[in-house]
């Protein structure tokens, strides 16, 4: 099956976050097609590239990019809930003259048309910290 | 980008409109599955129902007002709501002091009402 | 006072001569058919507190303006390309379709 996932949660400040990996990771591994990981509203601090948790916890960052390396998945960070939050790539710190990217390299910005192209696309779409 | 497929889509509203942003976040992804003319509907429920009353006055809380964007959904084709009975009975309100033209949902209906849809959005 | 867009940063900045320094900017002259429709952008705003996509400001003209400009091609004429975001750029008004 295509299998989407909308995360609404923010990695250090919900288990609902930590569900949705095991879950990617679990329908990955049975043989599922993870088609895109839409992270929403505060899960867009998944897709920071400037976490640095401490050495003895998880690196949710970049389990996410690892994940999304071995089975092909599309990670992506709504546009408006990153902006205000403050994770830009190039082309929004040049647009809104912030000086720097913030953004992991494993992560695109899009709008919310992509999570309805997800939705469209997929067999089925879970939420995660709703 | 988006084409063919017309999704059946819930979006569950469980969140009173000003705590936190989660309220906003779901009714702009409505809006955004209306643009990409999907089939959406929207059922409230739980804190959710919150969302449905009059007079919220956000400005004073620096807030965007949630009401505002209710109004607006007619035009995005959105034109009812649906809203959980128990919820509302568990909060003592009265559905008749809801703003929005809503359709009330009854504790045996909702396993059906769920089921009917392709896909949940949760909020 | 303008972001790289061309979009007023501060919306307090905005007045009718802004507008059409703006809309010079863009090419585009305002006559009466485009003031009308600045005039509903602006109104649509302070009514529902967000900028129209440009479905709900097609719904939203043929409901106020009448069922003969609540068309697209109609808007299309009076601000090419894409109607709601250009006219709430010279509205003075924030992006519509932030999130879109």
Redesign the interface.
């Known amino acids: 099956m295509k299998i989407s996932l909308l995360v609404l949660a923010s990695p250090y400040a919900s288990q609902s976050a930590d569900t949705a990996w095991h879950y990617a990771q679990a329908a990955a591994h049975a043989g599922h097609e993870l088609y895109r990981v839409f992270f929403y509203h505060e899960a867009v601090y998944h897709g920071s590239r400037l976490s640095v948790p401490a050495q003895d916890e998880i690196d949710r960052v970049q389990r996410w990019a690892e994940l999304a390396e071995r089975s092909g998945a599309e990670l992506v960070l709504c546009v408006a809930s990153a902006l205000k939050r403050g994770i830009l790539d190039d082309t929004e710190a040049n647009r809104y003259e912030r000086g720097a990217h913030s953004i992991h390299p494993a992560f695109v910005i899009a709008g919310l048309g992509q999570l309805v192209d997800a939705s469209v696309h997929s067999d089925r779409l879970l939420t995660f910290g709703g | ?7 059946k ?1 819930l979006l ?1 509203c ?1 969140r009173a409109p000003y705590a936190g ?2 309220a906003r ?2 009714l ?2 409505a ?6 003319e ?1 089939d959406l509907t929207v059922l409230f429920m739980d804190e959710g129902i919150w969302q449905l009353l009059p007079d919220q006055h956000s400005a004073e809380i620096e807030c ?2 949630i009401a ?2 209710l ?2 959904m007619p ?3 959105i034109e009812s709501f649906y809203v959980d009975a128990e919820s509302l009975r568990l909060r003592d309100v009265d559905a008749k002091t809801l703003t929005s033209k809503t359709i009330l949902l009854g504790a045996a209906e909702l396993p059906g009402f769920l089921d009917s849809f392709e ?5 | 006072m303008f972001d790289r867009e061309g979009f007023l940063r501060n919306l307090d900045d905005w007045s009718p001569q802004v507008a059409e320094r703006i809309a010079a900017a863009e090419g585009i002259e305002l006559g009466p058919a485009q003031w009308e429709v600045l005039e509903l952008l602006r109104a649509y705003y302070k009514r529902f507190d967000a900028s129209p996509a440009m479905r709900a400001l097609v719904r939203y003209a043929g409901q106020e303006l009448g069922a003969d400009k609540g068309r697209s091609i109609y808007l299309l004429s009076l601000f090419p390309g894409s109607p709601a975001k250009l006219g709430c750029k010279i509205a003075g008004l924030p992006k519509p379709d932030n999130c879109l």
Request: net charge positive; no cysteine; glycine share 6%.
């Open positions: 980008m988006v084409s063919g497929t017309r999704r889509i569950l469980r942003y989660l976040a779901g702009d992804a809006l955004a599955a209306a643009v990409f999907q965007k007002s505002s964007t109004d607006s035009l995005y084709d896909q949940l959005w949760s909020f």
